[in-house]
């Protein structure tokens, strides 16, 4: 009987090791919740598709369950291939999560939408090809440093290549082919130094390709753009094509002086004929003088002979200073354009144009044009070389307006034309000859005095970087005569202050569905310069002034970046700091931050809730600031009720709006250290999207605000 019982035991002890030894393996197995998340919503984003066998919204181990194209590695996602299955929809905006993914192909369908943003930041390989995706690529890209293969062609991408490639030195194939794209190619192609094969045929690309010149490329196709200027030799030996451009005839001009001889990277490096040595000898460069050196000879002997020149012509400058310093001392007039044209044909006429050892300047061997603020003299001249500042022109993005052209648009500038008032200036509206309508902003002369010009050309180049749908894009600008003009995209349905505020029998009141999806917008355009900008960008005045409705209500954040790069922008601000969006902390430091921008953000929140004003002095003192009558009101249901706007009549869903207050309550908070950064507020919109479910039994046809794609956001993109 002993002996059964230890028999008995023996076998219990064996199951329980097996059941124990079994067990570990399926919690090691069970896919990581933040990729379980972001596959979900990457599922939903693309209209949850038969074709993804396994997938599904319930499921909650996709390692295990073997999802359609995903490949694991112990709890992670490694590996996404959803390539040729004809999909559709977007990619949705949450694929930063998938934090050990290193491959990811959705090429080959129908998807379409703007490339997300926020990217998986460990990739090798990413291959978007032959979609429908628009708008730009998204400045995500520069932080996937171990990126190895990048392809995006065949699509609908428009915008100049943003700056993006400077940290991508793994990147060895790039394919931008087919699409719309258009600019200057950026400086930043020249540090791709692992790139070998490079696609950007049929597109819009103009200007040089000389930032292709020193990389380590085997095959190049640029055919079917707009590039000008010559091939640089060193790309004359790869694998090129370059059919279709606009390149100039006649031999190149000559290298400048101290420029090393083109040749290829030694991997690369193939004969073409001309390394022969030019005496016949044998041992190559080893002795005699060649004809690269001859010319060497030759144009340090003109640079010398140009400096002396121009120390000739100085002294004779100097002898008639009284001539000079008595057109000093008259008023100083704007350049005409003969006069322009002339300085210019002095700078382009110079035989040796030179690119200097220091990156940053230019040296021009003539004598420059006479500043007319300043007389030569010695000690001036000793201390300072003759230098071209390294922001003197603006980005090619955008286009150099005439003052004369923005008259004739504005009609002069008149009141009828009068769009409003801001911190920095008046908005007009401007209607070219074209047809086209664009808003021009005039910056206040307090703001940004005439002595700033140069400036000016630096605050347009950095504003011209921000490209997101949420955000109004800048397309001109204009300097002249001491004015400084900003020339932003027209947006019909005007501010979300006046749509909230301003009564008009002609418009009906924004459903609650329209002001979510405002909210939504709003929130990632601010995501987008805080976190995606590098820098990142502080918005400083987030304001219903501030965001422009577009003809189907989608909201775009204006004076982006405008606050961040004008020196005295935060004097400026100080007017409108009882405006009732300032944080409290701006109000007693006067320095704004990400977390003030938050708070102003809930600000705006609260007036698409409430339907009130952020300040009403017209209101009982209790009442006239809306954060201070409202924040105790936020998590109470039955007062929360009582303060929506009115205007509503009751439509809308009661748990959204619940959602909506708590939001508002945490970016409200008086400590900016409690309020959350913008991805989470993103991240909190969005779900409320998708709980809300925002349904046609719920707000009807008849109650738009809109013309189309109001009532049902089926998907948080469609809210973007």
């Known amino acids: 009987m002993r002996e059964m019982l230890q028999m008995w035991r ?16 399926s919690i090691n197995a069970f896919t990581d919740p933040q990729d379980v998340n972001a596959l979900k919503i990457l599922y939903a984003s693309m209209n949850n598709p038969s074709q993804l066998t396994q997938w599904s919204q319930n499921g909650d181990d996709p390692c295990q369950q073997s999802w359609k194209g995903v490949t694991c590695s ?60 628009n708008g730009g690529i998204p400045y995500s890209i520069s932080k996937i440093i171990s990126l190895k293969y990048l392809n995006i062609s065949h699509n609908q991408l428009q915008n100049q290549l943003g700056d993006v490639f400077g940290m991508l030195s793994s990147l060895s194939t790039l394919d931008l ?54 091939v640089p030799e060193q790309l004359k030996s790869i694998n090129l094509k370059k059919d279709g451009n606009q390149w ?34 044998g041992d190559g460069g080893k002795s005699g003088i060649g004809g690269g050196g001859i010319a060497g000879i030759v144009i340090s002997i003109l640079v010398v002979g140009g400096i002396i020149v121009f120390f000739l012509i100085k002294r004779k400058s100097k002898r008639s200073s009284p001539d000079i310093e008595k057109f000093d001392n008259q008023p100083f007039a704007p350049l005409n354009s003969n006069e322009v044209q002339e300085m210019k044909s002095i700078q382009t006429s110079s035989t040796i144009n030179t690119k200097t050892f220091d990156t940053s300047a230019s040296i021009n061997l003539k004598p420059p044009p006479i500043d007319r603020h300043k007389s030569f003299d010695d000690d001036d001249f000793s201390k300072k070389p ?28 008149s009141v009828e034309n009068l769009l409003g008032e801001g911190s920095f200036g008046r908005v007009y509206r401007a209607q070219f000859n074209d047809g086209k309508v664009l808003a021009v902003k005039k910056v206040d002369a307090a703001v940004l005095p005439s002595q700033l010009s140069e400036d000016f050309t630096e605050i347009v180049s950095n504003i011209s970087r921000l490209h997101h749908p949420n955000v109004t894009e800048l397309v001109g600008y204009c300097s002249e005569y001491g004015q400084h003009l ?105 320095q704004y931050t990400l977390k003030s921008d938050i708070y102003s953000f809930g600000v705006v929140m609260l007036e698409l809730l409430s339907g009130r004003k952020a300040f009403d002095s017209s209101k009982p003192r209790s009442e006239q600031s809306l954060v201070r009558w409202a924040t105790p009101q936020l998590h109470d249901i039955d007062a929360l009720s009582k303060m929506v706007d009115p205007a509503l009549k009751g439509l809308y ?68």
Request: aromatic letters at 8%; proline letters at 8%; glycine letters at 8%.
């Open 10 to 25: 023996w076998v219990l002890v064996f199951f329980t090791i097996c059941i124990l030894g079994w067990r570990p393996s």
């Open 74 to 133: 112990g709890q992670r996602v490694t590996e996404i291939d959803i390539s040729g299955l004809g999909l559709s929809g977007t990619l949705g905006y949450q694929l930063e999560p998938f934090a050990a993914l290193t491959i990811f192909d959705a090429s080959s369908n129908n998807l379409g939408g703007g490339i997300p943003y926020s990217l998986p930041p460990n990739m090798t390989r990413l291959n978007l090809g032959s979609n429908n995706f």
């Open 177 to 230: 082919s087919f699409n719309t794209l258009s600019g200057n190619l950026p400086e930043s192609l020249s540090s791709l130094s692992g790139v070998n094969t490079m696609y950007l045929q049929n597109n819009q690309f103009t200007g040089t390709i000389d930032v292709l010149a020193n990389l380590p490329l085997e095959n190049l196709n640029i055919e079917n753009n707009q590039f000008t200027g010559w």
């Open 248 to 281: 100039s005839s006649g031999p190149a001009p000559p290298p400048p002086p101290g420029t090393p001889p083109a040749s290829r990277n030694k991997r690369n490096h193939k004969s073409d004929g001309n390394d022969s040595p030019s005496n016949g000898g």
């Open 386 to 413: 003759i230098v071209v500042k390294k922001t003197v022109t603006a980005p090619i993005n955008v286009t150099s307006y005439s003052i004369a052209d923005l008259q004739v648009a504005t009609g002069s500038f």
């Open 486 to 590: 900003l020339v932003y995209e027209f947006h019909k349905n005007g501010s979300l202050h006046d749509f909230l505020h301003l009564s008009d029998e002609y418009s009906k009141p924004l459903i609650w569905n329209t002001r979510v999806k405002i909210a939504l917008g709003t929130a990632r355009a601010l995501e987008y310069l805080h976190e995606v900008c590098s820098p990142s960008v502080i918005h400083k005045n987030i304001k219903s002034a501030n965001i422009l409705l577009d003809a189907e209500l989608n909201p775009h954040l204006s004076d982006s970046g405008l606050a961040n790069f004008i020196p005295n922008a935060d004097e400026a601000l100080d007017s409108s700091a009882g405006s009732g969006y300032s944080a409290p902390e701006v109000a007693m430091s006067g």
């Open 653 to 720: 869903p009661v748990k959204s709006l619940s959602r909506f207050a708590d939001v508002i309550a945490l970016c409200v908070q008086p400590e900016p250290e409690f309020r959350p950064p913008m991805s989470e507020v993103v991240q909190a919109l969005v779900r409320l999207v998708q709980r809300a479910n925002m349904s046609k039994r719920t707000i009807g046809n008849d109650q738009g605000g809109s013309q189309r794609g109001d009532n049902q956001p089926d998907t948080p993109d469609s809210l973007s």
